[in-house]
Structure formats: C-alpha cells, structure tokens
C-alpha cells in the first residue's frame, strides 16, 4: 500500500484476518441460561469482555494476530470470576466455546469467621484463591459463609474486616463435589500510638495533643479516662477521636 500527496491521508487497514471469533452458550449448573459476563484474554492485548444473552449466549470478538492460547473467563454479574478456561484461537475463524458450570469438576468450601475469643464475627469479606485466580464473597450474619463451584486444587482462604487481621488457612480440593470446612480466625487489631499532634505556637495559645481510632479498634486501657466522641468520614468510615490540652509551657528537650 503506497499513500502519496500532502496533507492529511486516510488509511485503509483491513484487520479482518487478524480478527478471530469466538461464540457459544453458558448455562448454569441446573442447565438453566447464565447470566454474567465472558471475558477473553488474547496474548499482550486487553481483554475483550461481553455479556451474556438472557438466552445463555454470547458471541465476542478479539485481535489474534498470530495461533495462541487464550483464556476465556466467566464472571457473575458483581465481576467475581466463576470460571476459567484455555482454548487455542485461529485468526479469521470461528470458534465455539460452550461453558456449562453443570460439567465442571469443582469443590464447595464452607465455614464460620471467629475473633480470638471464639465469638461469631460478622460483615467479613471471604478472599478465596484457586489455581484461576482470587475472588471474594460475604460472610454471614453469624459469621458463617459457603462458597460453591471453586476448581480443584489448592485453596487458600482468608477473612477480613476493619480493625481486624485475617490468618490464612490452606487445603487441596481433589475430588468433584467435595465440601471442604474452613474455620478462619480474626484478630483484633491493637489501637497504634497517637496518630495526630494538633498544636499553635501563638503566644498563650493551648497546645492539644489528639487521638484518633479506626473503626473497631477499642480504647485503650491507659486512655479510658478520656471521653472519646465518634464521626463518620466518607473515606475513613467511622473514627473515635479524643484530645487534651496542654496547660503550661514545657521544655521537650528537659
């Protein structure tokens, strides 16, 4: 392709061949059509994604320059990935790649999220990872979750919530339909030292020294003779503060 002349010039590229195509049907465990998103990753490019018909199809298409392996992935409508799959794409064809959940060898994992006391710990996030990859669900009321269709293999889990710690717990999903019991602990995070140091140097102006505590944290025992007050921060959610006052001048070098 030769373009000649000045000014500005228009550029005919043909990238069909380079396009391939992939269509097929997701159906659920029950059969039924799924509802969700189809994502492809193809090699260095980003990924194509795609919802999914309220028939249970789906048809997308990617840049495939070259014969690779790609990986088709199925999410749920909240973008947790449900399933992953390898399939080989030729560049200017076809493939059809069907995606029944209801086929699929998998293990359930269930369990209850507890605090160093034994205590229930509730509105927990459940961080999973399978060999595909990590997702997340939430815990229960009663602290306790169930989590279905994860790929066999290795499991690793964790809980977490503000003002606490997760600990992680491992196990290996080796058979289909396998229910494996998770029981994660959460650990209270200890209130850190003083976070804020509010102070004038204006002559005769008070010197306040604050506190500040992050949703879930206690008060400390050597700060309970202080009345803390609570506030609500878009970004920080709620937090504790408190402060006292600094009366005289002092010398910090004394």
């Not at 500005?8 to 097929?24: T, W, Y």
């Not at 209801?102 to 269930?110: E, I, L, R, Y």
Request: glycine share 10%.
């Amino acid at each position: 392709m030769t373009i000649t002349g000045a000014g500005p010039q228009v550029l005919d590229l043909n990238v069909a061949p380079l396009l391939a195509s992939v269509r097929g049907m997701v159906t659920d465990v029950d059969g039924s059509p799924y509802a969700g998103d189809v994502l492809i990753r193809q090699g260095p490019f980003p990924a194509s994604r795609v919802t999914i018909a309220p028939d249970g199809s789906y048809a997308i298409k990617v840049l495939a320059p070259t014969t690779e392996l790609s990986v088709v992935e199925l999410h749920d409508p909240s973008g947790v990935l449900v399933a992953s799959e390898d399939v080989y794409l030729v560049p200017g064809t076809t493939t059809v790649h069907d995606i029944a959940l209801g086929t699929m060898p998998s293990a359930s994992v269930q369990g209850i999220v507890r605090d160093e006391t034994g205590s229930p710990v509730a509105g927990t996030q459940i961080w999973y990872c399978s060999r595909i990859g990590c997702s997340y669900a939430t815990g229960g009321a009663d602290g306790r979750f169930t989590i279905d269709r994860v790929p066999l293999g290795p499991i690793s889990m964790y809980a977490a919530r503000d003002g606490f710690v997760g600990v992680t717990a491992e196990a290996t999903a080796t058979t289909d339909g396998q229910v494996l019991d998770f029981d994660l602990l959460l650990r209270r995070l200890i209130a850190p030292p003083p976070t804020n140091v509010l102070y004038t140097l204006a002559e005769a102006g008070k010197r306040a020294v604050g506190f500040k505590l992050s949703q879930g944290m206690d008060v400390p025992e050597e700060l309970s003779a202080f009345k803390f007050a609570r506030q609500k921060s878009k970004l920080a959610g709620e937090i504790r503060g408190t402060y006292f006052v600094i009366k005289q001048e002092h010398n910090p070098g004394v």
